[in-house]
């Protein structure tokens, strides 16, 4: 009996709800508990806004996901094409407030990341970190379609559309569109006329800075673009890339007159000159006309006076290639044309025709035009 009165005490002390009835050892336990019960209470709310935070604006025309409304409709201007912030100091515009600020930097002339190799300068940092890429070689972002590798991300992407075919810079005055931005820039200076590249050497002006690039050669004289079969060399990646169909003797372009074909389409259309009669290269000293600028800017050196063709072998110089050429195998007595009849060599064209009429007294280059002049 002694035994269960205890054991109702010590229930009886368990149950009083009153703290002066507690021991320090419960309490100490208990207030342990209380602590990490807010803290799992702290940390649940804490976890739940985390969500709220993370609760994803999805983009419906992409499916892109921001975690803010304000940046989803940032973005969506990239869709719609609008570009609400304007630049107050020039004509750009942008499609979110962060883009037009780093611009502005651009006005300030404030440039305070300098480039640890050469020491440019540039008014943002990762302008600054994308140039110093270009010392180190960097070339991180790669197309996984083929392996080509880029320096920044968004020649990557650019890059990218030429796999896809996407065609998304669309011409305001015709029907044509383009993979890059530049290449729409360029085109469209076709509609407009506009010519903003200027030679610092002459008054040309040209639409894109690949044309003023090449025409700077024609100064310098360099001609860094050479032909791998014959080493013949150019002063523009477009000019050897039209030489190099005479290697692989691909004649695309035919003359609607006669039926004959061309590699290059400049010498088809100055090819069909001849049978149309157009000599629209005149000569503003004495009238003359002719059918390409080449030969008009040959004979215009008979009216300065200049000879820039010298002879090799002596002092000589003349007004024309074709007079160096022919003079000059006089010292080297080279004999080019043969007669095809009996197989005589000669000097000049013109002594051919001299020696054909031994064969055919008649002949007469005008009415017998089966006669040709042979070279090698």
């Known amino acids: 009996m002694l035994k269960m009165a205890f054991v109702e005490v010590e229930i009886e002390d368990m149950s009083d709800p009153e703290p002066y009835r507690m021991n320090y050892e419960d309490t100490e336990e208990q207030t342990d508990w209380m602590e990490v019960k807010e803290q799992r209470q702290e940390l649940n709310e804490a976890g739940e806004e985390h969500c709220n935070s993370k609760k994803l604006h999805t983009c419906s025309q992409c499916g892109k996901s921001f975690r803010h409304k304000s940046a989803l409709r940032n973005h969506l201007t990239i869709h719609s094409g609008k570009k609400p912030f304007d630049c107050d100091q020039c004509d750009k515009k942008f499609s979110s407030l962060s883009h037009l600020n780093k611009h502005l930097k651009i006005h300030s002339d404030e440039r305070p990341f300098l480039c640890t190799v050469c020491g440019r300068s540039f008014a943002r940092r990762d302008s600054c970190k994308q140039h110093q890429k270009i010392h180190n070689d960097v070339r991180d972002h790669v197309c996984l379609k083929c392996g080509k590798s880029f320096t920044t991300v968004g020649q990557l992407k650019q890059h990218q559309i030429i796999h896809t075919g996407e065609k998304p810079y669309k011409c305001s005055y015709c029907d044509k569109s383009f993979t890059q931005p530049g290449n729409l820039k360029s085109h469209e200076r076709v509609h407009t006329g506009e010519k903003p590249y200027h030679c610092t050497q002459c008054e040309k002006s040209f639409k894109d800075a690949i044309g003023l690039k090449s025409h700077l050669y024609i100064h310098s ?156």
């Open 221 to 376: 004289g360099e001609k860094p673009f050479i032909c791998d079969h014959c080493g013949k060399d150019f002063n523009s990646s477009s000019n050897l890339r039209s030489h190099l169909k005479v290697h692989t003797n691909e004649r695309p372009y035919v003359c609607s007159f006669c039926g004959k074909s061309f590699s290059v389409q400049e010498s088809c259309k100055l090819h069909e000159k001849i049978h149309t009669g157009v000599r629209d290269q005149v000569c503003c000293e004495c009238g003359k006309s002719f059918v390409t600028r080449g030969q008009l800017k040959r004979h215009q050196i008979i009216h300065t006076g200049e000879r820039p063709f010298k002879c090799s072998y002596c002092e000589k110089s003349f007004s024309l290639s074709a007079h160096l050429k022919s003079h000059e195998r006089r010292h080297t007595g080279e004999k080019p044309y043969h007669c095809a009849q009996c197989g005589e060599r000669f000097k000049h064209s013109n002594s051919v025709a001299n020696h054909m009429k031994k064969h055919f007294p008649k002949f007469q280059n005008e009415q017998n035009p089966s006669f040709q002049l042979v070279s090698f």
